[in-house]
Nanobody
Framework: QVQLVESGGGSVQPGGSLKLSCAAP????????IGWIRQVPGKEREGVSC????????HYAEFVQGRANISRDDALNTVYLQLTDLKPEDTAVYYC????????????????????WGRGTQVTDSL
C-alpha cells in the first residue's frame, strides 16, 4: 500500500528548474526522515537528498550540491525537492521514501536506507 505520493515531474529545459512534492501521512513524517531518490533507466537508484524528521539534518548528493533544496511543510504533510540548473543527466524517475529512522546522513543516501517508497514522478530533459 503506497503511502507516499510524488508529483511535480515533467519536461524541463536544460538550465531550468522544478519543484517536486511528496505528500505523506503525518504519522510517517512525525517518525521518519524523508529522502528523494532517483533512477535513470538501466541504472541503479541513487540517493539525491534527505531531511531528518524535524528538519535538523539535511544531506545532498554531490551531483546536486548547490542546485537542490529539500524542505518540508508540516501543515500540508508535504516534503519538497527543488532542483535548479537542470542538466540532461537529471532526467530520471524521482522517488520519495521514508527512511528506517528519524535521522538521515550521507550513509542513508549512499545505502538507500529507506523502507516506504512512493511510485515516483518522471523528470525529463526537454532538449
Amino acid at each position: 500500500q503506497v503511502q507516499l505520493v510524488e508529483s511535480g515531474g515533467g519536461s524541463v529545459q536544460p538550465g531550468g528548474s522544478l519543484k517536486l512534492s511528496c505528500a505523506a501521512p503525518g504519522s510517517i513524517l512525525e517518525k521518519y526522515a524523508i529522502g528523494w531518490i532517483r533512477q535513470v533507466p538501466g541504472k541503479e537508484r541513487e540517493g539525491v537528498s534527505c531531511l531528518s524528521r524535524r528538519g535538523a539534518r539535511i544531506h545532498y548528493a554531490e551531483f546536486v550540491q548547490g542546485r537542490a533544496n529539500i524542505s518540508r511543510d508540516d501543515a500540508l504533510n508535504t516534503v519538497y525537492l527543488q532542483l535548479t540548473d537542470l542538466k540532461p543527466e537529471d532526467t530520471a524517475v524521482y522517488y520519495c521514501a521514508a527512511a528506517s529512522g528519524a535521522y538521515c546522513s550521507s550513509g542513508t543516501l549512499r545505502e538507500l536506507d529507506f523502507n516506504i517508497w512512493g511510485r515516483g514522478t518522471q523528470v525529463t530533459d526537454s532538449l
